[in-house]
T-cell receptor, first 112, second 112 residues
Framework: QKEVEQDPGPLSVPEGAIVSLNCTYS??????FMWYRQYSRKGPELLMY????GNKEDGRFTAQVDKSSKYISLFIRDSQPSDSATYLC????????????FGTGTRLQVTL | DTGVSQNPRHKITKRGQNVTFRCDPI?????LYWYRQTLGQGPEFLTY????????KSRLLSDRFSAERPKGSFSTLEIQRTEQGDSAMYLC??????????FGPGTRLTVL
């Protein structure tokens, strides 16, 4: 069993929809949680960084962490075709985030 | 701030040859990381440096792999006697001590 599980998709939604992306994890030592966006043949781009359980909002993006359930989510409001990419969750045990453990990524397609 | 750069962007080699990749981090970042990503998977941690010291290596990093960061600035990743299973995207990231990791565009390696 992988430490971090993520549905690979693909997930197809119409423009304007609310998108929900999720990861579960088994390692209770994970304390820091990140979401990256990766366009095809590019490096991952940091979207959100969270530490505590609860919600964190940044523009159209909201990251949610539930440590008791070992479950994290990323919500995208008013999705746009430019949001079409692979979304990777990543986690770290320590505050300096020295080693990240990634999920497999969920491929998202936002259609017109 | 020009971001993390990696060279070459693509490398095609024959099985058994040695290859070397270079990563130039964001200038003020003292930490540098190497990851490997295969198709349909998230990045997997290989190793990381704080300044010139290599602080952690993954079990994935076989004896054929070696990484250096001689002056605490750029880093090189060498793969000796390449195998077809080494074909992947090799990603470099950098961060400050408590900061988030920012990724470069990656070097795509194809071993024939």
């Amino acid at each position: 069993q992988k430490e971090v599980e993520q549905d690979p998709g693909p997930l197809s939604v119409p423009e304007g929809a609310i998108v929900s992306l999720n990861c579960t994890y088994s390692n209770s030592a994970f304390q820091y949680f990140m979401w990256y966006r990766q366009y095809s043949r590019k490096g991952p781009e940091l979207l959100m960084y969270t530490y505590s359980s609860g919600n964190k909002e940044d523009g159209r993006f909201t990251a949610q962490v539930d440590k008791s359930s070992k479950y994290i989510s990323l919500f995208i409001r008013d999705s746009q075709p430019s949001d079409s990419a692979t979304y990777l969750c990543a986690m770290s045990e320590d505050g300096t985030a020295s080693k990240l453990t990634f999920g497999t990524g969920t491929r998202l397609q936002v259609t017109l | 701030d020009t971001g993390v750069s990696q060279n070459p962007r693509h490398k095609i080699t024959k099985r058994g040859q040695n290859v070397t990749f270079r990563c130039d981090p964001i200038s003020e970042h003292n930490r540098l990381y190497w990851y490997r990503q295969t198709l349909g998977q998230g990045p997997e941690f290989l190793t990381y440096f704080q300044n010139e010291a290599q602080l952690e290596k993954s079990r994935l990093l076989s004896d054929r792999f070696s990484a250096e960061r001689p002056k605490g600035s750029f880093s090189t990743l060498e793969i000796q006697r390449t195998e077809q299973g080494d074909s992947a995207m090799y990603l470099c990231a950098s961060s400050s001590y408590f900061g988030s990791q920012y990724f470069g565009p990656g070097t795509r390696l194809t071993v024939l």
